[in-house]
């Protein structure tokens, strides 16, 4: 309690320590019924004595990272009061990286059908608040399998009241016939979060292949972490705020 450490390694070398007192204070406990002969130190240590040594492995990996600054998070712990909530699928926080993997249309074949998806905007309620947002385009299938290239969109392109625009076109990476039944188009939604230094996943949307037809669409956003197998899917808001695309096909 209060302690400072220099490295990694003496942190450990606490632990380790700390551990050993817990658990003999732990047999302590179990032959003493009555606590209060313990000290105010002995006390503070008296939690950990009950932690299963999973958890204690958790700790030291959390402290890890907590003494590992430029490392970036694999989870994201704070949610918005309308906007948190848990999910099945990928971890909801990615590795920083700039954004801007767009891939060209593919070759066109007789009979075959292309899809360009211009993702226009999306509604948030916090949206100017989000920095350096982009969204991650992939194709899925029921299990979660990627049927086609991951690609990221550009920073959007400006944001205004409850939108961030982007008005970017992705060329999908595959022929809508050769596309598996059930398979389906997932959008996350991507920010940067300065003060933990790494980019987290706000929300998703997905678009099933019955709704691929040209023309305008709008879809529903859905809570993180992304639930590529939609098998239990909540809704962000209750507002109505989507995603907003236009979809266009190209046929020989």
Request: contains cysteine; glycine residues 6%; aromatic residues 8%.
């Amino acid at each position: 309690r209060g302690a400072d450490f220099d490295s990694w390694g003496q942190l450990v070398e606490a632990i380790d320590e700390y551990q050993i007192l817990a658990r003999h204070l732990q047999k302590e406990a179990q032959a003493q019924h009555n606590n209060s002969e313990f000290t105010e130190e002995q006390k503070d240590i008296l939690p950990l004595s009950s932690l299963k040594p999973y958890r204690i492995k958790c700790l030291c990996f959390t402290l890890q990272r907590i003494l590992a600054p430029g490392e970036e998070e694999n989870l994201e712990f704070e949610e918005d009061e309308e906007e948190g909530g848990a999910g099945a699928g990928s971890p909801d926080a990615f590795p920083a990286r700039v954004p801007g993997t767009l891939l060209p249309r593919l070759p066109s074949e007789p009979g075959m059908t292309l899809l360009t998806i211009r993702i226009e905007k999306i509604g948030l309620k916090d949206a100017g608040q989000c920095i350096d947002p982009y969204i991650t385009v992939s194709v899925k299938d029921l299990n979660g399998i990627d049927l086609t290239p991951v690609q990221d969109t550009p920073v959007a392109s400006r944001k205004e009241d409850t939108y961030v625009h982007f008005n970017v076109d992705i060329e999908l990476q595959k022929h809508v016939e050769k596309l598996t039944k059930g398979a389906a188009i997932f959008f996350e939604f991507k920010h940067y979060k300065p003060k933990k230094r790494f980019t987290s996943t706000k929300c998703f949307a997905f678009m099933e292949m019955d709704e691929i037809k040209p023309g305008p669409i709008v879809i529903e956003l859905y809570k993180k972490p992304t639930d590529f197998k939609r098998k239990k899917l909540q809704l962000l808001t209750k507002k109505p705020l989507y995603l907003h695309l236009h979809q266009t096909l190209h046929k020989e």
